[in-house]
C-alpha cells in the first residue's frame, strides 16, 4: 500500500521555521521524483520545490527562492522541507508528491497545514 504522510506543519510566527518531513512507504522511494506542493485557500496547488531520484538536482518556484531548502534520504525513505523566513502568504496545506519519470504513477499524501500569522 503507497503511503506518504507529512508531518511538520503548524503556527509559526513571520521570520520563523518550520522543518516539513514526508515519509514514504509502498514504492521504490529512489526511483521517483518528490516535490513539495502546496495550496492556499481559494487558490490552485502549486508546486514549491522538487528533488530529482538521486537528489542531484533541485528545483524551487521563484516565492520560495533562497528561503527553502528540498532534501532527501533514500536510504529512510524521507523527503524533508526546511522553511525559513516565513511569511503570512507562505500559509498553506503543503503536501508531499511523488512521480516516477516516464510513467503515470503519481502518489499524493493528505497535506499539512502551514499557517504563519503574527
Known amino acids: 500500500q503507497v503511503q506518504l504522510v507529512e508531518s511538520g506543519g503548524g503556527l509559526v510566527h513571520p521570520g520563523g521555521s518550520l522543518r516539513l518531513s514526508c515519509a514514504a512507504s509502498g514504492f521504490a522511494f529512489r526511483m521517483y521524483t518528490m516535490s513539495w506542493y502546496r495550496q492556499a485557500p481559494g487558490k490552485e496547488r502549486e508546486l514549491v520545490a522538487g528533488?530529482?531520484?538521486?537528489?542531484?538536482?533541485?528545483n524551487y518556484a521563484d516565492f520560495v527562492k533562497g528561503r527553502f531548502t528540498i532534501s532527501r534520504v533514500n536510504a529512510k525513505n524521507t523527503v524533508d522541507l526546511q522553511m525559513n523566513s516565513l511569511k503570512p502568504e507562505d500559509t498553506a496545506v503543503y503536501y508531499c508528491?511523488?512521480?516516477?519519470?516516464?510513467?503515470?504513477?503519481?502518489?499524493w499524501g493528505q497535506g499539512t497545514q502551514v499557517t504563519v500569522s503574527s
Open positions: 508528491s511523488a512521480k516516477r519519470p516516464l510513467t503515470s504513477n503519481n502518489y
Open positions: 528533488i530529482t531520484s538521486g537528489g542531484s538536482t533541485t
